[in-house]
């Protein structure tokens, strides 16, 4: 029996754009050759062209075209997160099928043992589907938003509360749907707890106009005084928990429920033994499962996941991933320089202001200080 698929540019149907059980899968990609059929119809499925220049071309029975308009070469996998694998295709959709099956997903571990590949293909195998589970152009939150920060990577003695040590602070904001529902969430590693700090992250995930919940943190304040100088206007309903009776996650349930799903998703599924340097792209992971998590069809979520893996975009090599630490340093010692430059010119403005109001009750004016330039002479008048 021949099975086939119609994949277009509609609405995903099931057993149509992707199967709906385990059984059927496995019907659908028997062979590699079933699996690069699958893919091509999946990533062409709005229009055979380039993937470099958008041009239209000749589809051919061959494994690679030609593009007359850049006049070069192209292959299936050409500016995808697949560009140069050598795993076979039918391979990374296992991977895809079992990694969106369960909501506490898959380790590398597990994708070794069922896969037959070695470890260090595994995982990056893996790193290259959370790639694929980044979406920064998403939606951002809006309404009632929950927000707080929480800490990853184990106890550390000597370091409680928000002192950082060897642990990641990680942002989290949740949508209020009503007191015992949520929406979608955003999660992303932060360099620090300063206010800089958070008010890119909900620059970057929450609408202008939400509604902030949350508690009375130092920081909240003056992040919300960055946004409106940025032109950027949110309301804030903090609570001060000193002065209630209710604990924390009483008030604000939805961002303590997510903190804790994450932190037990990545001791159990990771054994804990995620690297800060890597947070980012667990996080992404997470985001996108349980955005997800009302779904009743696993297979719509392995057709996104799919789709997003074939889209256009950089190749995620081995050597990147090992490069992300450093690149991580430079840019939390850019921010740390920001933070500094920021705090040493707030002091600087106190003191002015604290000058000029003495001056004031003196009864004397406060005359600006120029400093002299480098090679002036002190002497002259």
Not at 29 to 50: I, N, P
Not at 266 to 295: I, K, M, P
Request: charge should be positive; hydrophobic fraction near 35%.
């Amino acid at each position: 029996m021949v099975l086939t698929w119609e994949v277009d540019d509609g609405v995903p149907v099931a057993g149509r754009h992707y199967p709906r059980d385990l059984a059927e899968f496995n019907r659908w990609f028997r062979s590699e050759a079933s699996a690069a059929k699958y893919l091509t119809d999946v990533r062409f499925r709005h229009g055979f062209a380039c993937p470099r220049c958008g041009v239209e071309v000749a589809r051919s029975n061959e494994s690679r075209w030609w593009c007359r308009d850049c006049r070069r070469w192209f292959t299936l996998t050409t500016g995808t997160l697949l560009e140069r694998t050598k795993v076979p295709l039918a391979t990374w959709l296992v991977v895809a099928w079992h990694l969106v099956q369960t909501k506490i997903g898959v380790s590398a571990l597990s994708v070794q043992r069922i896969t037959g590949v070695n470890y260090d293909t595994a995982w990056l195998l893996l790193q290259k589907m959370r790639a694929a589970m980044n979406q920064d152009e998403r939606k951002k939150l809006s309404g009632d938003v929950e927000f707080d920060e929480t800490y990853v990577g184990g106890v550390e003695l000597g370091a409680g509360g928000r002192s950082r040590g060897k642990r990641s602070p990680v942002a989290v904001a949740c949508e209020v749907v009503s007191p015992k529902a949520m929406g979608r969430i955003r999660l992303a590693r932060l360099p620090d707890a300063s206010a800089l700090a958070i008010a890119d992250f909900l620059e970057r995930n929450v609408e202008p106009g939400s509604v902030l919940l949350c508690d009375d943190w130092a920081s909240y304040r003056p992040a919300l005084s960055e946004l409106r100088a940025r032109g950027l206007h949110y309301t804030a309903k903090t609570t001060t928990l000193s002065k209630t009776e209710s604990r924390a996650h009483l008030i604000h349930p939805h961002v303590h429920r997510v903190a804790s799903l994450l932190k037990r998703w990545l001791l159990g599924t990771h054994q804990g033994a995620v690297r800060g340097q890597h947070l980012d792209a667990y996080l992404d992971e997470f985001v996108f499962r349980f955005n997800r998590r009302n779904s009743r069809n696993r297979g719509l979520i392995f057709w996104r996941l799919v789709c997003s893996l074939m889209e256009t975009r950089a190749p995620v090599t081995n050597q990147q991933l090992r490069q992300q630490r450093s690149e991580q340093v430079v840019v939390d010692e850019a921010h740390a320089i920001r933070v500094t430059t920021r705090r040493n010119t707030n002091k600087a403005e106190r003191r002015r202001t604290i000058r000029r109001v003495e001056a004031e009750e003196q009864g004397r004016s406060v005359r600006p200080y120029h400093r002299k330039a480098r090679g002036e002479d002190e002497t002259s008048p």
